[in-house]
Nanobody, 111 residues
Framework: HVQLVESGGGSVQAGGSLRLSCAAS????????MGWFRQAPGKEREGVAA???????SYADSVKGRFTISKDNTENRVYLQVNSLKSEDTARYYC??????WGQGTQVTVS
């Protein structure tokens, strides 16, 4: 049973930063692609960032240069450093493993 638990969200002022964390458990095998999505009220869920098994990363255009995804294979954690936050970044942020397993999300509110 794969479990993904996000943490690190909160309320910050525009221009602020947060570090989101996703703890993964309940699976074995080789590393897979992990990602972060977000969903704002009334909007569709959108991809934010992804990190592949080889460490290569990709980002949505809207967050390039401000967000950084990283992972710690030894601790089965994926991180999303979010800097220079804008009001439009306000959303619930979800961690996903290979787009098959999903966490419950952590809320980020920028005022």
């Amino acid at each position: 049973h794969v479990q993904l638990v996000e943490s690190g969200g909160g309320s910050v002022q525009a221009g602020g930063s947060l570090r989101l964390s996703c703890a993964a458990s309940g699976y074995t095998g080789r590393p897979v692609c992990m990602g972060w999505f977000r969903q704002a009220p009334g909007k569709e869920r959108e991809g934010v960032a992804a990190i592949d098994s080889d460490g290569s990363t990709s980002y949505a255009d809207s967050v390039k240069g401000r967000f950084t995804i990283s992972k710690d294979n030894t601790e089965n954690r994926v991180y999303l450093q979010v800097n220079s936050l804008k009001s439009e970044d306000t959303a619930r942020y979800y961690c996903t493993r290979s787009w098959l397993d999903w966490g419950q999300g952590t809320q980020v509110t920028v005022s």
